[in-house]
């Protein structure tokens, strides 16, 4: 699976030929799967149907740990190559949510995404 590699900023970036760079598996499963938690439902250029209901869920409600853990791996599941994942989360001081997503795709790898 070859994705659009993204830098930490979610830009294009090039490659030493200067055309735009790009990026497989497992980067690509790792990005795409980030890339689904991070946009907001309803939000996707070419697709609606993707990204994180968080408007509608998670966000200006008490937070529910279980419900938002839920949302988050019923996302990162839907991602094309990954086979099953699980997450480690938690909120700090400040509201913010923290933690590791572990993803094993279909060919066996172990891939961690830090949010």
Known sequence: ?????????????????GNIAVCEAPYSIAQQAANEIKLFEGEGWYDRSQGTPHFAKTLGVNSNL????NVLLNRVNGV????????????????????????????????????
Do not use: A, Q
Not at 1 to 17: G, H, I, K, Y
Not at 66 to 69: A, D, E, F, N, V
């Open 80 to 115: 094309d190559d990954v086979f099953r994942s699980d997450i480690d989360m938690y909120i700090d001081s400040s509201r913010v949510l923290h933690g590791n997503i572990f993803i094993t795709s279909k060919s066996g790898e172990m891939i961690n995404v830090v949010y």
């Open 1 to 17: 699976m070859m994705d659009l590699l993204l830098t930490e900023d979610w830009d294009l970036t090039l490659d030493l030929n």
């Open 66 to 69: 279980g419900l938002i853990r």
